[in-house]
């Protein structure tokens, strides 16, 4: 098994020296380089505006009034914000959401057209990009829905710690934030770690289908 995976691992680099160096060509680099950008996928944070508060706390405040009346301050304050602009806030939601699955979907074909690439020894950017629609479109539902299942387990598994605070933001304390962040590290780990072995599976399947003219989920399986 060892010499077979040094083999392989020998014959993959002999490929790649070939597709990439051996004839050196300058435009096939720009074009491989666009494609690993879009393969990235990763959008542009807006950077807002903030508006600051004029309101202005000193020590004694402080000192005052409990962490959980400040936190039920802080949320009545945010209530407010969301409720003046509401509209303004929600076609930007909707706007960046939007922006972000673009680029998602853009992400998926490219994760083709990347292998498509490397594989002929000739990229041709616009020609694998329309031979690989479908399946960038099946492979970006597959990890979209993915994605709603981590998040929404997340929610779940964050249920327990939220849930007190949001009903009684008074019982806030040191100790209990302590508790969360302790519990948002573990359920952000397990996440990871299962989602990661999920999407390396993904990631190994994708030759799978290409070359075996089948659906993701059958060259997972």
Do not use: C
């Amino acid at each position: 098994m060892g010499a077979y995976s040094i083999d392989a691992l020998g014959s993959a680099f002999e490929k790649t020296k070939k597709a990439l160096i051996q004839p050196f060509d300058f435009w096939k680099w720009v074009k491989l380089g666009i494609i690993v950008i879009l393969l990235g996928g990763s959008g542009g944070g807006g950077g807002g505006n903030s508006s600051g508060s004029s309101q202005q706390f000193n020590g004694n405040d402080f000192n005052e009034k409990s962490i959980g009346v400040q936190i039920e301050e802080m949320f009545d304050q945010v209530g407010q914000f969301i409720q003046q602009y509401e509209t303004y806030i929600l076609i930007g939601v909707v706007a960046f959401l939007g922006f972000i699955l673009i680029l998602s979907y853009i992400s998926n074909i490219m994760e083709f057209v990347f292998v498509e690439s490397l594989v002929s020894n000739q990229v041709k950017f616009w020609a694998y990009s329309g031979k690989y629609l479908g399946m960038g479109f099946n492979l970006f539902i597959i990890r979209f829905i993915l994605g709603l299942t981590s998040l929404l387990l997340f929610i779940v598994a964050m249920l327990p710690i939220i849930l007190p605070v949001l009903q009684s933001p008074e019982t806030f304390n040191v100790g209990l934030l302590i508790a969360g962040m302790l519990w948002f590290s573990a359920v952000i780990l397990v996440l990871a770690v299962i989602f990661g072995i999920i999407g390396s599976f993904i990631n190994l399947s994708i030759p799978l289908a290409m070359y075996h003219n089948t659906g993701i989920i059958a060259a997972v399986k």
